[in-house]
């Protein structure tokens, strides 16, 4: 190939990229521009920049009560997932192949199913729980945040499994050899070892516990439990309150700066790491 | 020896939690949907629930309607990751370390945000809502899903095999085709597997996009589960039921495509 083609492919490339992100990243600006406007609707007249719909949020007790919910529910949902997860990871890891790939089937159910059979398969528990079995549970924030565990457990053993093959085995045995018990040898020795990996699962559990819609819809049924996922959702019947722009302004920012910046110091610190 | 002292310790017991939750939280309810589905209000065995369903043209319709909304969306989704992610995994792209980022970050934030701020832009831009507009929604939402796999692929292919096909004497296209395409094909179908059932489930982004004729099966089963009437919960767990069997079939055809790709370039090469 000569230079010159070379030279337009890479200009193509470029062009094709920049308008994939363009595409990306095009909407949000536009909520960003707007969340300092008091326009009734993004895209109406500007009129003067202002604070007006930041102010609105910080008194908006249903958007910040969503908020709140969310992330209690994130919180809650992934801290549980991350123990589950990493114990069952550890005990599947010792299982005869069998046992193994019924527990590794077993676990990808809810990855695989449709997301609106999980979600109505726990309302029908919930409903045979109560009227049927007669046992006091009720929908609302702690129904969700077993939904939300279950959902996301998967994934921590997703993300912890690989981790435990990676071991050394004889860390574990050099311990135990070494006079410590197996549970003392397994939280001194294990633990550590595992605490990246838990603190992926964690951060990916949450993650998906705030996307999430459909599981949340169903089983809020009549609570009066709202996230920001069903917030936005029952804005499209009656009229969109203008302060979501601001909220939504707000975790933009929180994640692309954060995700950003986290990144760039990884980086950073692999490159020092290979030139050591 | 070291058969002996795994036997010795063997920490199964630590996966009882998580199977005893699975139990309850994830195979009895799949139960309770069939058990649903074949009894009617008085608890008798019957048919009619899927009758019902099968015999309801809107049902029908909503069905095939769906199917052609995922199968749209995922290709148009395909024709758009599968290029980015070809020129991010190439040089001089790959180098360039936050680049790949900026195109996955969006999969971090609220996606019924996400679509909020679409539908603003879409509609300044004076675009009516309705189908067009839907597919446009589900694309945007699903492609960092579809990308991510696609990308992870073709960023650890083996050089070499690339190298050895232009030594070979082929050009860049039949590269492409006769390499590169082939070995990528295990990514292609697990971006397909992120969005294609999903998009079953979508029906947030149609009701926020689309008219009144735009909707996925998804929210005809959110409608039946969502009043507190016990009637329709029987046509409701047999309509899942048909979308548990579809969930199935698309995991058996995707695991024997991504066998079928895998045996041809494993041999020699590394996974």
Redesign the interface.
Known sequence: MNKKSEKIS?IA?WA??II??A??Y???I??IL?SFSASR???GEFGNFTFALYKNLFNDTKLLTATKNTIIIGAASASIATI??T??S???H??RTR?KTA?DA??Q??I??????T???????I??LRDAIKIPVQFGLGWLI??H??IT?PYV?LTVSPRLKQLN?NL??AS?DLGAG?MRS?IKVMLPQLAGAMVASFAMAF?LS??D??VT??NS??SGVDT??TY??AG?KRN?PTD?RA??TI??VI??GG??VF??VK?KKAKENLHK | M?KH??KV???????????A??IV??????I??LV?AFRDGDGNFTLQNFAQVFTNPTNLTQLLKTIGIAAVSTLITLL?AY??AF??A?Q??NKM???A???I??????????I???K??L??LGMKQGYVMAVIGIV?DF?PYVLLPIYTVLSNMDKSYLEASRDLGANNIGTFFRVTLPLSIPGVISGV?MMF??V??S??IT??MGDAETSV??AK??SM??H?NYGD?GP??AL?FV??V??LIV?VVSNVLTRKTNKAPAKGGKA
């Open positions: 890479l490339k094709f990229l994939v992100l595409g990306i095009l909407p949000l536009m909520i707007y609707e993004v895209g589950l997860g114990t069952a550890v005990g599947i010792y299982m046992a527990m077993a676990s159910i809810t695989v199913n449709a997301e609106i059979v979600a109505m398969a726990f309302f029908l528990l409903i045979v077993v939904c565990t279950i457990t053993i085995p574990l045995e135990m197996p397994l993650t705030l996307d819609f459909v819809n169903i049924a009549g920001i996922s936005v959702y499209i969109m979501i909220l939504s975790i933009f994640v692309l995700l950003i990144n760039i980086n | 070291l002292k795994a310790f063997r920490p199964t017991a630590f996966a009882f939690p998580y199977l939750t699975t939280f994830v195979i009895v309810p799949l309770l949907i649903y758009i290029p980015t020129i991010l190439s001089p792209f370390a936050i680049l980022l900026l195109f970050i969006p999969m971090w934030i609220n996606f019924m945000l996400r909020f701020a679409l603003s832009l509609v300044t945007y492609f597997s059932m999903p079953f489930s029906y947030a009701a926020m099966i998804g089963i959110a589960f969502t507190q919960y409701g767990s899942s979308l548990l579809l969930v995991m």
